[in-house]
């Protein structure tokens, strides 16, 4: 029997669920069963790691660690070897922290994750299933978990298509080169069929199979967000829509509709005595202006732009997916969009490139007072209002993956790590970035019906599903178990009880590493979305 359904909605936020469970002129309830499960049970905005994107907090849910636990920063991880600097894209071995799938399958519960992002390789000792998101349709076999379920699915679930499951690439590079009011449309659409796929899947294991911990992540939420937040933020949206206005809103509707339809489907398949829950790893919010920090950097004389001579090397490293430095002169510089994070170049050795070690606090303290001076020339109110330095942030064995700065923009956005002019612009019309409040929902038996409570942090959501399945919770988490979201009676019956310490992660190699074609394609994926230029 499943004890413990989760359903993971990537970048979910209560500014679009709590319109599309009520009741709207003209539209009516487009999520009527979520409504009726948001009605008798609890909520919590869900606070997303210090840079709330994907990797890293899908990561702190799957471990109740944070990124300086985990180790787990960003999509791309970069390696400074002085004279360059190389990026690699993070999977499953970097994260060094046990997760709760291998966590519950030592205690002898069944699991079963689908769609996890950084879940391939699988690692050892899986009781039951993961079919790992994030990664291209040819690698699902291999990286599906146990390798004959892959078949299992190929053969028993209906219309299955694993290049409808992952990602279609010929599709987002199509969206990318163009953005027409028919093409986006149509690349809204695409997510469709591919979540109802997911849902296909998530289906059929859960009758067959019947996990203890059935968890299954949903993520054309993210990605249509991004793509059509003017269509979805209330405050943007038409009054009367018309044309490719209606036609975008028509899109959404239909999409947020299906999900409640295949959420309604899992729960009810569960049955009545499953516990489900909700979580988000961020949320969302609109995004007016474009902050071009290496700009600003170089500007200040902390980087140096690398010069293009006209030859193909040098075109091909200013048309790279980052930043073209000259890395000889380069001190502090900015790796990612997606990162808001600055890295601060220290030499190892006499003659390397970089700061010498004793300069780091005094460098550090004037580059953060320089970034708190940039301002909107529209309000002239400060751009930057907050800058985090790891050691408070990102504490934990892996802190020094971190950048040494991550900023927080009044809007939320991601910068721009283009060599373009001027260092702040205004976007000709707001786009959808991260926020860092997500969901997180309960209901079911033993759950409270006390609607909305106290804001929860993301590192509970792992000991909050252990918890739900009977498991101490490790003395090690970072996170502590909702007891808000349990009713007292059955938190009387259920004590939460701390265990052992987690285990140490197996690392495992894969057989078959991406060729580079397919790494491209991933970076052209976080292109579209922003994550990357």
């Not at 002085?82 to 519960?109: H, P």
């Not at 978990?145 to 499951?165: C, S, Y």
Request: with cysteine.
């Amino acid at each position: 029997m499943t004890t413990t359904l989760f359903i993971g909605l990537d970048g979910c936020t209560f500014t679009v669920l709590d319109e599309m469970t009520r009741d709207l002129p003209g539209e009516g309830v487009t999520m009527p069963f979520l409504a009726s499960l948001m009605a008798k049970g609890v909520r919590a905005k869900l606070r997303s790691t210090p840079n709330p994107l994907t990797p890293p907090a899908w990561t702190s849910i799957m471990t109740g660690k944070g990124p300086g636990e985990h180790g787990v920063f960003e999509f791309i991880r970069a390696e400074d070897h002085g004279a360059e600097v190389y990026w690699t894209l993070y999977d499953a071995r970097d994260v060094d922290a046990e997760t709760i799938w291998s966590i519950a399958s030592r205690k002898d519960k069944k699991i079963a994750a689908l769609n996890f992002p950084l879940t391939a390789p699988a690692p050892e000792g899986i009781n039951g299933s993961i079919v790992p998101g994030f990664i291209p349709a040819k690698h699902l076999r291999r990286n599906t978990h146990p390798r004959e379920l892959f078949e299992r699915i190929k053969t028993d679930v209906p219309g299955f298509d694993p290049k409808e499951l992952a990602w279609d690439f010929d599709k987002e590079k199509q969206a990318m080169e163009s953005l027409s009011a028919t093409e986006t449309a149509k690349w809204v659409r695409y997510h469709l069929p591919r979540e109802e796929q997911w849902f296909k899947v998530a289906e059929y294991i859960l009758g067959s199979d019947k996990p203890d911990l059935m968890a299954v992540m949903f993520d054309g939420t993210d990605k249509i967000q991004h793509q059509a937040w003017p269509w979805l933020d209330k405050d943007l949206l038409a009054k009367d829509p018309q044309g490719h206005d209606k036609e975008m809103r028509e899109v959404c509707l239909e999409y947020f509709n299906n999900l409640d339809g295949y959420i309604e489907k899992l729960v009810t398949m569960a049955g009545p005595d499953t516990q489900v829950f909700f979580a988000s790893d961020h949320g969302f919010t609109a995004s007016n202006f474009v902050l071009r920090i290496n700009t600003f950097l170089g500007e200040k004389g902390y980087l140096t732009w690398g010069t293009n001579d006209g030859s193909e090397q040098a075109v091909r490293r200013d048309a790279s997916d980052f930043a073209n430095l000259d890395w000889s002169k380069t001190l502090a510089y900015c790796q990612t969009p997606s990162s808001n994070g600055i890295v601060i170049r220290v030499a190892q050795k006499p003659g390397d490139a970089g700061i010498k070690p004793e300069d780091y606090e005094s460098f550090r303290e004037k580059l953060i007072a320089d970034l708190y001076t940039i301002t909107d020339p529209k309000t002239g109110k400060p751009v930057v209002i907050d800058v985090l330095k790891r050691e408070e942030w990102f504490a934990g064995q892996h802190m020094k993956r971190a950048p040494d700065l991550t900023l927080v923009l009044s809007d939320h956005g991601f910068v721009s790590i283009r060599n373009f002019e001027p260092v702040v612009a205004h976007r000709p019309a707001a786009i959808g970035t991260h926020h860092p409040d997500g969901i997180f929902m309960a209901c079911g038996p033993g759950i409270s019906a006390s609607g909305m409570v106290e804001r929860r942090q993301i590192v509970d959501v792992a000991p909050t599903l252990l918890h739900s399945l009977g498991i101490a919770i490790p003395v090690d988490f970072e996170g502590k178990p909702a007891d808000t979201f349990f009713d007292a009676e059955w938190l009387a019956a259920n004590p939460i009880k701390k265990g052992a310490r987690t285990k140490a992660p197996q690392k495992k190699e894969l057989k078959e590493e991406m060729d580079q074609g397919e790494k491209q394609q991933i970076i052209e994926q976080l292109q579209m979305l922003g994550y990357m230029e």
